[in-house]
């Protein structure tokens, strides 16, 4: 599109991205959006932010329907020049082949190295009567993947030896969807008396480079309705020092575009989170979930440190409706490299971050 209007989808959010000919100032530039299926009458969005960095107008539109066409316009002042229209994603992923894991609990891991395309995803699904993969602190992973276009669904993992799901380099496109996974992770030794895990081992981890540069591609990982918690141990507290920890969720060095929605990261066997979701190098255009990306829905209970970690580009990152509690930091954005973030409508309770003594009011 002329002057490079463009459209990041999710479920319910637009990421709007715009060069206006002239330099809008502080106000930003105006932005307006309609569904194409009924509506006639234009809605205001939120202002679009101007990033005189790259000249460029970025901004929201949340709370969409998903699956469906809208219509946006981008002006500066009270005119609108420019039109684009996008679609948000719908629920229903499209698939090609099914395949079905063993009933019971097996001790083997599942190692998928076959994927689909965009048109039919290949999905790995628990077995009817359920599929409990238990590699009794033996293998690695309960899960690793490395291809895309994967979803595994329904599927309860236990005691891997170093992160639940592993999500390697060169997968894209990985739903993760109504599993259950506990028990995971190695310790480091002992803290304060008690034994604390090796840092970032997660219940889902996602490695998109093997070195320490971010892949710039859209990873796209979904990770919604899952119960990720009770890792095999603890992180310590501020008490010792910086937390360092297992963590529910780590993005190492992805690119963005991601949804993490709807888990059940509410920690019941005594043992906390550093982070409950988190990523690589705060305060650089690396910090998870770097951009396009939402998280909500999510109840989070029991890290020494963040809630959540959003640390890093934030470009056009968006977390709402969130209920995080016992943790010492609710919602972390220091510093918000790229921009804009949007943090509504999350209800953090009660906030802890030393062992053993009470905190100081800070």
Same mark, same amino acid.
């Given at each position: 599109?002329?002057?490079?209007?463009?459209?990041?989808?999710?479920?319910?959010?637009?990421?709007?991205?715009?060069?206006?000919?002239?330099?809008?100032?502080?106000?930003?530039?105006?932005?307006?959006?309609?569904?194409?299926?009924?509506?006639?009458?234009?809605?205001?969005?939120?202002?679009?932010?101007?990033?005189?960095?790259?000249?460029?107008?970025?901004?929201?539109?949340?709370?969409?329907?998903?699956?469906?066409?809208?219509?946006?316009?981008?002006?500066?002042?009270?005119?609108?020049?420019?039109?684009?229209?996008?679609?948000?994603?719908?629920?229903?992923?499209?698939?090609?082949?099914?395949?079905?894991?063993?009933?019971?609990?097996?001790?083997?891991?599942?190692?998928?190295?076959?994927?689909?395309?965009?048109?039919?995803?290949?999905?790995?699904?628990?077995?009817?009567?359920?599929?409990?993969?238990?590699?009794?602190?033996?293998?690695?992973?309960?899960?690793?993947?490395?291809?895309?276009?994967?979803?595994?669904?329904?599927?309860?993992? #236990?005691? %891997?030896?170093?992160? @639940?799901?592993? =999500?390697?380099?060169?997968?894209?496109?990985? /739903?993760?969807?109504? $599993?259950? +996974?506990?028990?995971?992770?190695?310790?480091?030794?002992?803290?304060?008396?008690?034994?604390?895990?090796?840092?970032?081992?997660?219940?889902? #981890?996602? %490695?998109?480079?093997? @070195?320490?540069? =971010?892949?710039?591609?859209?990873?796209?990982? /979904?990770?919604?309705? $899952?119960? +990720?918690?009770?890792?095999?141990?603890?992180?310590?507290?501020?008490?010792?020092?910086?937390?360092?920890?297992?963590?529910?969720?780590?993005?190492?060095?992805?690119?963005?575009?991601?949804?993490?929605?709807?888990?059940?990261?509410?920690?019941?066997?005594?043992?906390?989170?550093?982070?409950?979701?988190?990523?690589?190098?705060?305060?650089?255009?690396?910090?998870?979930?770097?951009?396009?990306?939402?998280?909500?829905?999510?109840?989070?209970?029991?890290?020494?440190?963040?809630?959540?970690?959003?640390?890093?580009?934030?470009?056009?990152?968006?977390?709402?409706?969130?209920?995080?509690?016992?943790?010492?930091?609710?919602?972390?954005?220091?510093?918000?490299?790229?921009?804009?973030?949007?943090?509504?409508?999350?209800?953090?309770?009660?906030?802890?971050?030393?062992?053993?003594?009470?905190?100081?009011?800070?």
């Amino acid at each position: 599109l002329p002057n490079g209007g463009t459209a990041v989808a999710t479920f319910h959010s637009l990421g709007l991205y715009w060069r206006p000919t002239s330099t809008p100032g502080a106000a930003g530039c105006i932005a307006q959006y309609r569904s194409t299926t009924g509506d006639t009458a234009w809605k205001p969005a939120l202002n679009l932010w101007y990033d005189s960095r790259n000249a460029e107008c970025r901004g929201s539109i949340v709370s969409l329907q998903r699956g469906t066409q809208y219509e946006v316009q981008f002006g500066v002042g009270s005119t609108y020049t420019q039109k684009l229209v996008a679609t948000t994603w719908s629920e229903q992923f499209p698939i090609a082949q099914t395949i079905t894991l063993p009933a019971g609990t097996v001790s083997q891991p599942v190692n998928i190295t076959a994927g689909g395309t965009a048109s039919g995803y290949v999905l790995y699904q628990a077995h009817p009567n359920g599929t409990t993969i238990d590699v009794q602190n033996a293998y690695d992973n309960n899960v690793s993947i490395s291809a895309p276009y994967v979803i595994v669904r329904g599927v309860t993992m #236990r005691n %891997a030896r170093i992160h @639940g799901v592993n =999500i390697r380099p060169g997968a894209h496109h990985v /739903v993760l969807e109504n $599993n259950d +996974i506990s028990g995971w992770g190695r310790t480091r030794g002992t803290v304060g008396g008690r034994a604390v895990g090796v840092d970032m081992d997660s219940g889902i #981890r996602a %490695a998109c480079s093997n @070195g320490s540069s =971010i892949n710039t591609a859209m990873n796209t990982f /979904v990770i919604q309705r $899952n119960r +990720i918690r009770n890792p095999r141990y603890t992180s310590n507290s501020w008490t010792n020092g910086h937390p360092a920890g297992p963590q529910a969720v780590t993005l190492s060095y992805c690119g963005g575009n991601h949804v993490i929605r709807y888990n059940d990261m509410a920690n019941t066997n005594g043992n906390k989170f550093n982070d409950a979701i988190g990523g690589e190098d705060n305060f650089t255009q690396s910090g998870a979930p770097v951009s396009d990306s939402d998280i909500y829905g999510n109840l989070i209970v029991g890290a020494w440190d963040d809630g959540i970690e959003s640390e890093g580009s934030n470009k056009n990152v968006r977390i709402w409706g969130n209920y995080i509690d016992d943790t010492a930091i609710g919602i972390a954005s220091t510093v918000t490299h790229h921009g804009p973030l949007y943090v509504f409508r999350n209800v953090y309770n009660r906030s802890r971050k030393l062992e053993g003594s009470p905190d100081s009011d800070d």
